[in-house]
């Protein structure tokens, strides 16, 4: 087997030893990052270039950090005016993915 059958392997049991393990010290080692950050290869290797990267010139690889959860109307105190209908405040739902939002901030 090849290397990128073994890391795709690896990749397939998420519960092993080695991948909590892995999990664990690059959610740390993330967290540490600022919320974007240029990396000069991808953290999977084979599923990246399963979906087209090459390891040349003119490929960056951007990890950006998109808070969970919904969008929460920016209104001061909570004031807002209209029809019921209207004043939703915290349980909108945005109308973008997170991948769309981060790519946006990568520039």
């Not at 990749?11 to 993330?30: A, G, H, N, P, T």
């Not at 920016?74 to 209209?82: A, D, N, R």
Request: with cysteine; net charge positive; hydrophobic share 30%.
């Amino acid at each position: 087997m090849g290397a990128y059958k073994y890391v795709s392997e690896l990749w397939r049991k998420k519960q092993s030893d080695v991948m909590r393990f892995l999990q664990r010290v690059r959610c740390w080692e993330y967290r540490q990052h600022p919320a974007i950050v240029r990396v000069n290869h991808p953290t999977r290797p084979d599923k990246a270039r399963r979906l087209g990267y090459k390891a040349k010139q003119g490929y960056v690889v951007y990890r950006v950090r998109v808070r969970r959860g919904g969008r929460k109307r920016p209104v001061p105190k909570g004031i807002v005016y209209g029809k019921p209908t209207n004043q939703g405040v915290t349980q909108l739902k945005f109308q973008r993915s997170k991948r769309s939002v981060a790519e946006e901030r990568a520039g």
